[in-house]
């Protein structure tokens, strides 16, 4: 069965840092996209950062660009999330996904398996 499982989440203060891991499993990891994807208490899943097969290009969210860095390392099925900077509204649950579409993207319909999710609280 394929798994994708998030770790890292919790609570830090504005200003901290954390690192969310996706470990993955029953899948051929670099056949595939990975993505980050977040949702905020009464608002649509967004999408965060995006990485391809390779980990050579990379996507992200305005909100968040020059403070989260998404990277993947193929030789441990697993995809990153750096986040610095954190603000509270970055508080959300984040969600690890995998695509196999061909290009790049951040379109959640495109994304075939999730992770449960993983919650990020950041106070002011």
């Known amino acids: 069965q394929v798994r994708l499982v998030e770790f890292g989440g919790g609570l830090v203060q504005a200003g901290g840092s954390l690192r969310l891991s996706c470990t993955t499993s029953g899948l051929t990891f670099t056949d595939y996209l990975m993505g980050w994807f977040r949702q905020a208490p009464g608002k649509e899943r967004e999408p965060v950062a995006q990485i391809n097969y390779s980990g050579s290009s990379t996507m992200y969210t305005d909100s968040i660009k020059g403070r989260f860095t998404i990277s993947r390392d193929n030789a441990k099925n697993t995809v990153y999330l750096q986040m610095n900077s954190l603000k509270p509204e970055d508080t959300a649950v984040y969600y690890c996904?995998?695509?196999?579409?061909?290009?790049?993207?951040?379109?959640?319909?495109?994304?075939?398996?999730w992770g449960q999710g993983t919650q990020v609280t950041v106070s002011s």
């Open positions: 996904a995998a695509d196999r579409t061909l290009g790049l993207n951040n379109y959640a319909v495109n994304y075939e398996y």
